[in-house]
């Protein structure tokens, strides 16, 4: 079974630009959420898709947005890109069918630098 | 903010030595899971113990968790240059948000060979 596959791995982008970044999860699985990392705030949730819903969200400013499609594929959008954004966005998957969160299958990850 | 936190931040060994990562935790979890990163690459789930489990038991892993203290630890015994990598704990709150997870600061290991 293939993994999660995020597209693209790295780009660079400066401020004020907008970028979209794509995650296909593995076959099967409805749930895909994204999270951000970086050194000086470690891992951060930004939100959870579910057959094309979103279901929960962190706490991030709107010009963070997401959404997912049919076939359970899941973009997420930044737009207006300061300095900070720079850092490794992680799209994971999994069932999405239990009331809590279990083992999330993550992506390699893109890695945004904003100049 | 982050639920967890985790102790050392980072942490040498020799290789065939055991590792042990702790974390602590703020609020009532329903499930805690430790992950382990290779440096710049996806996460990689390692196990889960949900909140009524005491001890769990995965190859050279043993996770335990105390609820009443808010704290799990992670041993890795008979490590191996392969295990070096940064180690999360993350949980899955027991109410509201639960759609989510909330990762700790994470622990480094470098293993010696």
């Known amino acids: 079974k293939a993994g999660v596959t995020q597209t693209p791995r790295y780009l660079i982008k400066t401020r004020g630009q907008q970028v979209t970044l794509s995650c296909s999860p593995i076959?099967?699985?409805?749930?895909v959420s994204w999270y951000q990392q970086t050194p000086g705030q470690g891992l951060q949730f930004l939100f959870e898709?579910?057959?094309?819903?979103?279901?929960n969200k962190g706490n991030f400013p709107g010009r963070f947005s997401g959404r997912q499609f049919s076939n359970s594929r899941s973009e997420m959008n930044v737009s207006t890109l300061e300095l900070g954004d720079s850092a490794l966005y992680l799209c994971?998957?999994?069932?999405?069918?239990?009331?809590?969160?279990?083992?999330?299958?993550f992506g390699e990850g893109s890695r945004l630098t904003v100049l | 903010s982050q639920q967890g936190e985790e102790d050392p931040q980072a942490l040498s060994i020799q290789e065939g030595e055991n590792a042990t990562m702790n974390c602590s935790y703020k609020?009532?979890?329903?499930?805690l899971q430790w992950y382990r990163q290779n440096s710049g690459r996806g996460l990689v789930h390692l196990i889960l113990?949900?909140?009524?489990?005491r001890e769990k038991h995965s190859g050279r892993l043993r996770v335990t968790l105390d609820t009443s203290k808010k704290s799990s630890s992670l041993l890795i015994t008979a490590s191996r240059a392969a295990d070096t990598a940064s180690y999360f704990c993350?949980?899955?709150?027991?109410?509201?948000?639960?759609?989510?997870?909330?990762f700790g600061s994470g622990t480094q290991l470098t293993v010696l060979p």
């Open positions: 113990i949900r909140s009524n489990e």
């Open positions: 993350a949980t899955a709150l027991s109410s509201g948000s639960a759609r989510q997870l909330t």
């Open positions: 609020t009532s979890i329903n499930n």
């Open positions: 898709y579910f057959s094309e819903t979103q279901r």
């Open positions: 994971a998957s999994s069932l999405g069918t239990s009331g809590r969160t279990g083992e999330l299958f």
């Open positions: 076959s099967g699985h409805r749930s």
